[in-house]
Nanobody, 115 residues
């Protein structure tokens, strides 16, 4: 059973930065496609960034140039570096692993961008 635990969320002013972390219960990030999603109140969950098992990355247009996804396979941890944050980035951010038979999700971490 894959377990994912996100951390690093919080309250930040517009223009600020945060780094989210997703710790996995085992060595899985190099085996599957993984990513970060977010869900704002009243909105559907949306893809923010992905890192494929081969290491290639991609980000949603809304965050390109501001967010960077990365992973440390030795630490079983995936990261999302978020810079130049905007109020519209406010959401619960979820870590995702696309397993062979099902998706795995973390519990989410709240990011609030407000002055």
């Amino acid at each position: 059973q894959v377990q994912l635990v996100e951390s690093g969320g919080g309250l930040v002013q517009p223009g600020g930065s945060l780094r989210l972390s997703c710790a996995a219960s085992g060595s899985i990030f190099s085996l599957y496609d993984t990513g970060w999603y977010r869900q704002a109140p009243g909105e559907q969950r949306e893809l923010v960034a992905v890192i494929l098992r081969g290491g290639r990355t991609n980000c949603a247009d809304a965050v390109k140039g501001r967010f960077t996804i990365s992973r440390d396979n030795a630490k079983n941890t995936m990261y999302l570096q978020m810079n130049s944050l905007k109020p519209e980035d406010t959401a619960v951010y979820y870590c995702n692993v696309k397993g062979t038979l099902r998706d795995y999700w973390g519990q989410g971490t709240q990011v609030t961008v407000s002055s």
